[in-house]
């Protein structure tokens, strides 16, 4: 992180959020958009220039003192003198961090806290393992030390929300309805429904028609349907995008659903927690084969309450009556099954879904220092960010980086040439950075006796399948 701090969208939430929530602590001086530009934009392009060339020189120079190095170690013809060449790297390992690092460590944070400060922003990183109980406390401790104005945690929106509670993630969407009798139509009735999650594709469409019943127990639907939102009664087990693809097959504007009280253990006023449509990607496959369609359902879906929904079918049955509501946009992460089937593939081939598949079948608690510092920033009233990548993002910034362009073939030999550099900086952290292998050791520590085995399992498990 200390490399190129200005790069790192974690540098430049907490410039942007700080400068703003307390701009004298911050020391941001008022100036125009032309001195800025002038101050700070320019010197900041010459400054990371100057440092990709100094790091390839010294990325150069180390990486032939460590093949000469290994060379020479190898050549001898005793493996004693390898032996000893190891026991004295790891004591002076050791002696840096008692003597040195623990002293330039803040005395308030946890060891496994690093420090960075750029263009006065400080920024504190704390170093986690998802399976280690000592994870959630380092980060409330952290927080409580350091009282921060913005809290940031590198995960995305979606596994957040996943890994809320249900109470925490409401996703609603208006819809109105008005009853006409004859010539006369009464005020428009404001409903709160809730929303599938492909909804987002039709952000800003106006839809409205008369709403029609749909009997029950069907998943065919009339060609009466067509220009009009289908209210159904009752869903039953039918998955909602294949009732959305089968209105849609007859022109239905949108479709209308009624919460199952029973089967989701809701009251007669509640609607489900978080968006509509998330099921399981082999139910997913068997919407794709009978819709012979592997995209969204072409017309978005609502559910209501079962109170409301009961009112509307009353109203249906004497009168006329017509809805409204214009699809809000949503920008949280969706994808289509094309996509997520070559995202699961990726994971599963990769070792990562059997890792985590070993250890759940140990239900061993993956990241709770997530939560514990999202409930730490909302206790202390601060903002709490989301900075990492989401699935899709993360799939198509590696098929980007895996492309053998000349730019990526040059970021590769980089990278290879700055192993030794970031191996030394492993093995003796500078000042207050995080230390890699002291922080592994202090949560291995704390790992509980279930967790460890569950871990060793599932990381033999996973390193056979990719193997």
Sequence with gaps: CLDSPLDTPLYKASRNLRAMRDPLRC???EESPEEAQTSNLVPTERGQRSDVVRHVLVDLVLFTATVLVIYGISSLP???VLWIVLSVLLVLMVLWRVLHLQSAKIAEIPYTCGYASANGKDVYIVSTLHISPRSERDVIAA???????VVMIELDEE?????RGPSQRPVLQQFQYTVENGTDSSDAVPLVTQRAYWNGEFAGDQISGPIVLHSSGSSRFSPSVSGCIVLVEDP??????QLAFAAAKEEARALLCAAHTARA???GQQLPAGRLGNESLLTDLRVATRARNM???PIPVLMMSQN??????????TATVQGSFQVLPDDFPRRTLRRRICQEMAFALSGIWLLYGVMECFQVDAGDEFLAAEREAQRRQLPCLCIDLDMDRLCSRFAAAAIPYPQNLLASLRAWLSVPRHALRICFPWKCDVDVLGCTFLHFVSFRLGTCFSFLLGAFCASGLVA
């Design 27 to 29: 020391s941001v001086a």
């Design 78 to 80: 005793s493996s004693q």
């Design 143 to 149: 927080i409580a030390a350091v009282h921060p104005d």
């Design 159 to 163: 596994r957040l929300e996943f890994m």
């Design 236 to 241: 039953g087990l039918a998955p909602l995008a």
């Design 265 to 267: 253990g809701l009251s």
């Design 295 to 297: 995209g969204y359902p």
């Design 308 to 317: 409301s929904s009961q009112q509307l079918m009353a109203k249906l049955q």
